[in-house]
């Protein structure tokens, strides 16, 4: 089992207060509120185009967002500096691949600790010592997913965004996500996932957040 070395009083919540966004007069957010508590698990759910990755882009600083809008544990975010305790997985990451580059070199560029027994329980539960120094382009989209998701619980989040995390695995690879998150959940860290298939979270999920192609949303569990 994967446990996170937590610190006593380490939490995440998360308050969203009437966040609009539009790109180029577009409206993708529409006065969206919602609270997360510790260990809170939420998926945003949409077709594409709606606005799921946009508002994660919003909660870790990539987009500009008003103050007063996003709040870490009372914070407001634009007063923020860094964001810390944060894991995130992008959809699609960009490498440049010009020069060999492997699992290895990624996880140990992200982990200034060294190879501790953290380290090396996070490549052991995810399986990534088969190609753990193999070229990244070689890789399969589980494999290489895997790789992203150890370097995003190397920062032993408090709160772990995962944007589309299914999307081009296999069905082994989805399995030992979802094993995954249920642990990480069970360890009180707060997650919000974006999909298509909710069947994937069903049994994970404390809410769901709908998005529309107008920019508005609903809140059910």
Do not use: W
Request: overall charge neutral; aromatic content about 10%.
């Amino acid at each position: 089992m994967l446990k996170l070395n937590k610190q006593k009083g380490e939490s995440m919540q998360i308050e969203v207060r009437n966040l609009s966004f539009a790109y180029t007069q577009r409206l993708i957010l529409n006065n969206i509120s919602f609270s997360l508590d510790q260990g809170d698990f939420l998926t945003l759910v949409g077709k594409n185009g709606t606005g799921k990755s946009t508002l994660i882009k919003c909660l870790i600083k990539i987009l500009k967002v008003p103050e007063g809008t996003i709040f870490f544990e009372g914070i407001d975010i634009n007063v923020l500096k860094l964001l810390q305790n944060i894991g995130y997985v992008p959809q699609k990451v960009e490498f440049s691949y010009e020069f060999p580059i492997t699992p290895s070199e990624i996880l140990s560029s992200a982990y200034l600790k060294g190879k501790d027994d953290y380290y090396t329980k996070i490549i052991n539960t995810l399986g990534i010592n088969p190609f753990y120094r193999d070229n990244v382009n070689n890789l399969s989209g589980g494999q290489f997913q895997k790789v992203m998701i150890a370097r995003a619980l190397l920062n032993q989040p408090k709160l772990l965004i995962l944007d589309e995390p299914t999307v081009g695995i296999d069905n082994e690879s989805i399995q030992s996500l979802y094993e995954i998150l249920e642990n990480l959940k069970e360890q009180k860290v707060t997650i919000i996932i974006s999909t298509h298939d909710t069947e994937f979270s069903k049994n994970l999920s404390d809410y769901y957040l709908e998005l529309n192609e107008v920019g508005d949303y609903r809140i059910y569990k």
